[in-house]
C-alpha cells in the first residue's frame, strides 16, 4: 500500500513567519509531486508541482523535494492569516496498482495569527 | 478559461438509493478523475477516464461507477448508497497525455449526504 505522510497539525505560525510543512512518502518510484490548498468546505486548489530535486520557488511558496529521502516539503514565507487552510500534499504513484494515481496525505492544518 | 464544473454540488439521499454525479473538465483536458474525500480518510482516487476509457481504478466496491464521453466529460455512479458513502465527491480535470507531468484541477465538489 502506496502511502502519503503528512504530520495532521495544527501548525500555529505568527503573522509575517515562515511555514514549514512537511511530507514523506513510500513509493519509491515516484516521480511527481504536488501540493494543495484546502479552506474548510472549499475543494483543493494546485499551488505547487515538482518533479526534480532540489527547490522550486513560486512568489512567497518554495518546495523542496528530495528522492533520495523520499521528503518533500513546503515552505511559505511571510505568512498570511489568508494562508491559513490544510495543506495536502499528493504524489503520483509509479508502479503497481498505484501507477498514475495521485495519492494524497492527510493534510496539515495551518493557522496563521494575526 | 472555464475550471472543473461539477453538478449538482448538494445531494441529499438514502440508503438503498442510486446517484448519479457530474463532471465538466476544464476545456481541453481530456482526462477526468474522480475523488472521495472524508474526514476519516481524506481523499482517496476512485477512478480516472482518458478518452472514453477507463485507465486507472482505485480500490472501491463496484457500486460505484463512472464513465467518460466523447466531450470528455464524465459522470460517477453509486449504487445501493451506504450511509459510508456520505462524502465529499472530487473530479479533477487534466490535460497531458501521460502521467509524468500531469497537473490536477479540482472542481468544487458534490457533498452527498445518505441517510
Known amino acids: ?114 | 478559461k472555464a475550471g472543473v464544473t461539477q453538478t449538482p454540488r448538494y445531494l441529499i439521499k438514502t440508503r438503498g438509493q442510486q446517484v448519479t454525479l457530474s463532471c465538466s473538465p476544464i476545456s481541453g483536458h481530456r482526462s477526468v478523475s474522480w475523488y472521495q474525500q472524508t474526514p476519516g480518510q481524506g481523499l482517496q482516487f476512485l477512478f480516472e477516464y482518458f478518452s472514453e476509457t477507463q485507465r486507472n481504478k482505485g480500490n472501491f466496491p463496484g457500486r460505484f461507477s463512472g464513465r467518460q464521453f466523447s466531450n470528455s466529460r464524465s459522470e460517477m455512479n453509486v449504487s445501493t448508497l451506504e450511509l459510508g458513502d456520505s462524502a465529499l465527491y472530487l473530479c479533477a480535470s487534466s490535460k497531458a497525455l501521460d502521467y509524468t507531468e500531469s497537473e490536477q484541477f479540482f472542481g468544487p465538489g458534490t457533498r452527498l449526504t445518505v441517510l
Open chain 1, 1 to 114: 500500500q502506496k502511502e502519503v505522510e503528512q504530520n495532521s497539525g495544527p501548525l500555529s505560525v505568527p503573522e509575517g513567519a515562515i511555514a514549514s510543512l512537511n511530507c514523506t512518502y513510500s513509493d519509491r518510484g515516484s516521480q511527481s509531486f504536488f501540493w494543495y490548498r484546502q479552506y474548510s468546505g472549499k475543494s483543493p486548489e494546485l499551488i505547487m508541482s515538482i518533479y526534480s530535486n532540489g527547490d522550486k520557488e513560486d512568489g512567497r511558496f518554495t518546495a523542496q523535494l528530495n528522492k533520495a529521502s523520499q521528503y518533500v516539503s513546503l515552505l511559505i514565507r511571510d505568512s498570511q492569516p489568508s494562508d491559513s487552510a490544510t495543506y495536502l500534499c499528493a504524489v503520483r504513484g509509479a508502479y503497481g496498482g498505484s501507477q498514475g494515481n495521485l495519492i494524497f496525505g492527510k493534510g496539515t492544518k495551518l493557522s496563521v495569527k494575526p
